[in-house]
C-alpha cells in the first residue's frame, strides 16, 4: 500500500495544468495554443427551463394510497424541518381513526445526568385521531410532491371525506382541511397527548433515578385548546390547536412550542394558532406552494428509471421537510419521532449520510450542519477529556440540538473516548468526519467565511486531539494507540477509520491555511503527519480495520473505507489503487448477516468512482428491493432516514463527481441510461452544471461559475468541441486530457460545451420514461 494517497496527485496534477494553461481553440490539439477568441457575433447559447418541466416531474412523483397505511414505514409525511406529520391508521384491532403524529424536533428532555439518549432525548408529543362516523372502508390520498400537500378521500359505511392537508413551509402550523358529505358531518378530531418520558425506555433499561415527565395539562382558552406539557427540568412544550368551521368545511389548525427553563411555550402556541386560524386553508397555503416552487426550481435531474427518478425527487422532498439550517440537525428519524433506540442525533455516520444530497441538489439553505457546529463550537471543546480541552474538540456519537451528550450513563450515549482506553469506547474521528461536511459547503460554495470562521478553526482542533496520541514507532512512522472504527465492535491500533480521517483532515489543513493566508504554527507538524503517517493497515483482503484486525466479519459500515468515499483520498488512479478498492469492496458486501441499507448506498457510490454504472445500479437495485418501504423510508431496529437520503447522493454520483479538482460529468451511468437531464447541479468549485446526454452520448453541456474558481471539466463528449460564452463567443480553454478541459471562467461567466458544428436544443425537458412501473406508496 503506497504511503502517499493518490488524492495528491490528482492536486499536483491540477495545479500543472493550471500552470500549463494556455488559449487553445476547441479543435487543439492537447496543450497547443491558438489566436484569442473572434468578436463576431454568434448566436446566443442560452439554456431553456421552462416550468412544466418541474412540474412534469413532480406530478409523476407523487406518492398514491389507495389501501389505508398501518405504519409510519407506510404513510404520507408533512414537515418543515421542525414541525412534523406521520399519517397511518390508529393502531388496534378495534380502531377506526386515522392518526396525525405531532412531532417536532426542538422538543426534548433537558436533564444531561441521564445522558443524551435519557435525560437529553427528544420527547414524544402526542398525535390527533380523525374519527370518522362511519366505519372507514377505503382511503385514495395523494401526497402532493409539487405543493407539498396530502389531499384525497376517506370513505366510510356512512358517507365521504374529502382532506387536504400541509405542514406550512415557514410557520410551525399543521392544517388540515376537511369537508364532509351529509353522512359524515359529525367526524371529529381527538389529541392524545404522549408520555414524554425518552423512547428509548421502550428499548433499554431505565438509568437509576430517571423518570418519566409529569402527564400534559389540557387547557380551554376561548377557542384554543391547549395541552401543556410541564418538564422536570423546567420548562414546557405545549401543543395547541383550533378547529375551526366554515361552513361545511372545518379546518384543524395546530402548533407546538418549546421553551426552557422558561414556561412561554403556551403562550407562543395559542399565538400561533390564533394567527394562523384567521387564514382559510386556501389563503395559508399561497406562500407555503410559493416556497416550495422555489426550492424545487434550483436544480433538475430526469433519468430514464421512473421509479429511481420518483424516489430521487420523493427524497428532495423528504429532505426539505425535515432539514432547514436554522433547525436542528437531523436526528435519527428526522422530525418524525416515532418509538425508537436513538432518539437524538447520530454523529458516526447517520448526520453525514442525511446531508450529502444538499450540495449537488444545490440546497444549501438546508445545511444545519455548518450551522450547529459553528454555534455550538465551545460544547465541542467541552466534549473531550479535560486535560485536552484547551486545545482540542471532539463531537460525541450521540448529542442533543446543541451538541451536548451529558454524562456517562448505561446505555444512555455515547461520549468522546481517549485512544488507547477501552472506556469510554474511544471513538474519537466524528468531528473530523462532520467537518468534511462542512469543507463540502466551502468547496461547492467557495464562501471563504465557511472556511475562514468554521471550517479551519474546528478541523485544527479536531486535529490536535489526534496530535497528542501519535507516537514514533520504529519503523519510523507515527502511529495511533487503539481506537474505535464504527461500528465494526473491536479496537485496534492504527485504526484506519481514523487514519484515514487524520491524514484528510492534516492535507485540508495545510491546503487551506495557504488559501486563508494564515502562516499557522502547527503547519510543520501538519506536514510532518502527512509524511510520517503510518499506512494503511490492508491484508489480502484488502482495507483491515486497523493494525491487527482484519475485516473478517459481517459489518454494515464502511468506516474502514473512508479514504475511497467518501474522502476521496484513494480514487483508483494507479492499477494498484484501483485493484485495491475492487478487493476491499467485494470483501465487504461478500459477508452476508449484518449489511444494511447504507451499505448497499456506499458500494454504489465506490463503484460510480471507478466508472462502474452497471454495479452502481446493481447495488441501488439491492437497496430498494431489501431495505427501503412502501413510502421510501427505512428502518433497522427503528426509524432511520440517512440511508435513502444517501440513495439520492449515489445517484448523484453516478451522475457527476467534481472531487480533485475536476468536474466529470455522466462518469458512472449505467447502459439503459441512454437519455438523461440535469440542471443547475452544484459541483465542487462553485459551478452549476446543465447537461444533456441522448441516445447513449452527452449532447452539451453549461457551467456557470459563481466563485471564479479554476474550471477543469471531462465533459465526454467524443470527438472535437466547441466552447461558447452565454453570447455565443469562443471561449479561452486548453485541452489538457482527451476528454478533458480547462476553461478560462470568471465569476458570473458561463461555458457551453457541444460537439464542433453540433447546436442542439438547449430546452431543459424530463427524458423518456421506461416503462409504465407502479408509484410509490401503496397503489393497488
Known sequence: MPSSPSRRAVL?????????????????????????????????????APADSWRTVLDDADLLWRKLPKTWYEGPYLGNGRLGSGIYAEPGAQSNAIRFNVQHSEVQDHRPEFGSLFGLARLPIGHFTLEPVGTITGVEWWMRLRTAELEGTVTTTEGTLKLRALVHSSSDVLAVEVTPDAGEQGFGWVFHPAEAISPRAAFKPLPEGYTGNPPAVVERHGEVTAAVQPLLAGGQHATAWRDHARGDVRTLYVTVTHSHPRTTARDRALRTVRTASALPYALLARPHRAWWDRFYRKSFLSLPDARLQRFYWIQLY??????RRDAPVMATSGPWLEPTPWPNTWWNLNVQLEYWLIHGSNHLELDAVTRALSEFRDQL????????????????????????????????GYGVGIPGRDEPTPEVGNLTWALHNVWLSYRH???????????????????NYYLHFLTPGADGKLHLPATFSPEYGVNAPDCNYDLMLL???????VESARELGVRDPLTARWQEVLARLAPYPVDGDGFMIGAGVPFAKSHRHYSHMLAVYPLYEITGATAGERTLIEKSLAHWVGFEGALQGYTFTGAASMSALLGKGEDALKYLGELMGRFIQANTMYKESGPVIETPLSAAQSLHDMVCQSW???????????????????HDFRTQGAFLLSAVREAGRTRWLRLTSEAGAPCVVRHGIEGRVEIRDRR??????TEVAPGTVRIELRKGESALITARGDRPDLTIRPVASDGDTPRWGLPA
Open 12 to 48: 499536483a496534477t491540477g495545479t500543472a495544468l493550471g500552470g500549463a494553461l494556455v488559449a487553445g481553440t476547441a479543435t487543439a490539439a492537447v496543450g497547443a495554443t491558438a489566436p484569442s477568441p473572434s468578436t463576431t457575433a454568434h448566436a446566443p447559447a442560452t439554456v431553456h
Open 318 to 323: 423528504k429532505t426539505a421537510s425535515a432539514a
Open 381 to 412: 471543546s467541552r466534549e473531550v477529556s479535560a486535560p485536552y480541552r484547551a486545545d482540542s474538540a471532539g463531537i460525541p456519537r450521540t448529542t442533543d440540538p446543541q451538541l451536548v451528550n451529558g454524562a456517562a450513563v448505561a446505555e444512555g
Open 445 to 463: 460554495t467557495m464562501d471563504r467565511s465557511i472556511l475562514r470562521d468554521t471550517l479551519f478553526p474546528l478541523l485544527r482542533k479536531a486535529v
Open 503 to 509: 491524514r484528510w483532515g492534516c492535507r485540508t489543513l
Open 660 to 678: 480533485g479538482d475536476v468536474i466529470r460529468v455522466f462518469p458512472a451511468l449505467p447502459a439503459a441510461w441512454q437519455d438523461l437531464t440535469v
Open 728 to 733: 455565443g463567443r469562443p471561449l479561452r480553454h
